[in-house]
């Protein structure tokens, strides 16, 4: 659909990536992703929602109130400053931004998103380009046309929002030294075994090019119809 239709929203094509805990490669994914299929142009960005009392301005602690600077965004413009959506940019992506809001206010960050993204497809002729999001959150908010979620049996650290969106996976992609699921451990122990038997891992260690079967449904996401309002 045209993003210049004002009789029904724009459509994208969205991938979002998420995970159980942090620091387990979520942003080296996007990367991958990114690097993988550059000349799609993608838009990328990452979600940060700051726990009570830090400002989503500045990512510091201060003293506006629980409903004041509840969120910001910011659009990445150079791709050497070492920041998540700088290494975004040094992977390919065509525009890179990162939303921050307070715990709980995500709802209210949105409309910040979608303006920034309307702007900057203001010119864009025909269809929209691709979008990843590094995020958890941004599932109760869209059904994107792709989620993946990265998970790694060592450490057993569990986000609530990722336990919740584990079912939705298309793939859960498996980081660290082994290529299954311990057959023990108390966080592990809790997923529903039906769950690790109709969504089997792929793995892919930090480092390694975009696994195939990731590939592939990249690929068949980037050549099918925008199904996705934001």
């Given at each position: ?66 409903d004041e600077h509840v969120s910001a965004i910011n659009w990445e413009l150079q791709a050497d ?73 060592a450490k057993e650290d569990f986000k609530g929002s990722a336990r919740v969106a584990l079912d ?63």
């Open positions: 659909m045209a993003a210049n239709d004002k009789k029904s929203p724009a459509q994208w094509r969205v991938i979002v990536v998420g995970g159980h805990t942090r620091s387990i490669g979520k942003t080296q994914l996007v990367c991958d992703v990114i690097s993988a299929f550059r000349p799609a142009n993608w838009i990328a960005g990452k979600i940060t929602q700051y726990g009570h009392g830090v400002c989503a301005q500045n990512g510091e602690n201060c003293a506006c109130a629980p400053t070492g920041t998540d959506s700088a290494r975004f940019l040094s992977a390919g992506a065509r525009r890179s931004f990162w939303l921050r809001t307070k715990q709980g206010f995500l709802a209210e960050g949105l409309p910040l998103l979608r303006t920034a993204l309307q702007e900057t497809t203001a010119d864009a002729q025909g269809e929209l380009p691709p979008l990843i999001v590094e995020s958890n959150s941004l599932l109760q908010f869209l059904r994107p046309s792709l989620y993946f979620s990265v998970v790694d049996p939705r996976a298309d793939a859960l992609v498996l980081r660290g030294s082994s290529d299954i699921f311990p057959a023990m451990g108390p966080a592990w122990m809790k997923l529903p075994s039906r769950l690790l038997r109709e969504k089997p891992p792929v793995s892919q260690r930090e480092g390694e090019p975009l696994a195939e079967p990731l590939r592939v449904l990249v690929h068949r996401m980037l050549e099918g119809p925008p199904s996705v309002s934001i």
